[in-house]
Each structure stands twice: as C-alpha cells, then as structure tokens.
C-alpha cells in the first residue's frame, strides 16, 4: 500500500516541475530553423506584462493604431506630404517582421518626422512598460508571427 503513496508523490512531483517548466517561460517547443539559421524554441509570453501592457496600449497606441490593433484602414497608402499612416499591431501590419531590439528603439525614439507622426516615448514611459505593450502586442500575433519575429530577434544575439 505504501509504495502507491510514494508513486503518487513523484506523480505529483512531475507535474508540478513541468508546471514550472512552462510557468518560467522555458521553452518547451522545438528549435526554430529559417534560411538555415536555427534559434531557440519559441518561448512563451510572460502573461503578466501581457496584462501590465494592455491598458498601456489603450492609453498610448490605441488613438492611431486602433483599440483593437488594426491600424487605419487606408494605413498602405503614403501620404501627399509624404507620410506613413499607424499600420497595424496585430498580425495583418508588418510590426513583427521586425527585431525586438529595431521595435524597442522605435517606440522609445518614435518616427522620423519627414515621414512620421508617431511620438517617442522614452521620457513618458519606462523600459518595463514599453516591454509589456511590445508583449501585449505579441499577444495578438498567429503561432508563425510569433515564430518568425522571435527568430529575427534571435538570431542575433
Ligand atoms: C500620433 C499617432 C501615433 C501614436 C500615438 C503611436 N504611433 Fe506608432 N506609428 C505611428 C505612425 C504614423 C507609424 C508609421 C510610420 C513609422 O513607422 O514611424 C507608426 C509606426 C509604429 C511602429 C512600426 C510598425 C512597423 O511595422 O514598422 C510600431 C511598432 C509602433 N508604431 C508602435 C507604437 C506603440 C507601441 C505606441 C504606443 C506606445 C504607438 N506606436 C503610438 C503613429 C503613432
């Protein structure tokens, strides 16, 4: 009877490690290979800054990229003087063809006036916040977004 008990414990102790596993963002998945470049496993979102994010972005983003990520809908036309429209954040903009760290200097530094009227934000919002509207952001993208973007971020470093 007692060797049910002690089963039952390393059971118990399995899950609860793998629990971990997945809890500490530790890649779980397999190793991802594009243009014969491979980088780690995807790793998971830290769901907390998913949740610190999300009403950041309304505050910040939401105005010209859309309460709900989408952009502006004519975002793929530039304009007579010459600038970009808010693209979208989600999957449908091009947002995660680009680097962490490209993205991060982005939001921090804001656009080239001569072509765009987003602002930075580094003297209004901290490197941890700005890191949670980027994983909100991500939040919203498909499995190969995800994928692709973590690689571009990756395969760098
Ligand atoms: C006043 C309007 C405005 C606000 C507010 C704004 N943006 Fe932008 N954003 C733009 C415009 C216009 C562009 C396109 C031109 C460019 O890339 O700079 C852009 C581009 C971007 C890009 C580059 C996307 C790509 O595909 O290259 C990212 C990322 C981004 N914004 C994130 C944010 C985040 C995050 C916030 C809030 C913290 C924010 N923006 C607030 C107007 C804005």
């Not at 594009?34 to 907390?48: C, F, H, K, M, R």
């Not at 808010?86 to 962490?100: A, L, N, R, V």
Request: hydrophobic fraction near 40%; aromatic fraction near 10%.
């Amino acid at each position: 009877m007692r060797r049910i008990w002690y089963l039952l414990l390393i059971l118990i102790g399995i899950i609860l490690v793998g629990a971990l596993f997945i809890w500490r963002n530790i890649p779980v998945g397999e190793p991802i290979t594009i243009n014969g470049i491979t980088v780690p496993a995807l790793p998971t979102l830290d769901q907390d800054l998913v949740v610190q994010g999300e009403p950041l972005y309304a505050q910040h983003c939401a105005s010209c990229h859309g309460a709900n990520l989408e952009g502006v809908p004519d975002w793929k036309t530039i304009q007579p003087d010459g600038k970009y429209l808010p693209p979208p954040q989600d999957s449908s903009g091009h947002t995660w063809h680009h680097s962490d760290d490209l993205l991060f200097s982005g939001i921090a530094d804001g656009g080239d006036p001569s072509y765009s009227d987003m602002p930075g934000f580094r003297d209004i919002l901290t490197d941890e916040e700005m890191n949670s509207i980027l994983t909100f952001i991500k939040s919203s993208w498909g499995q190969e977004e995800r994928e692709f973007q973590w690689w571009i971020s990756a395969k760098d470093q």
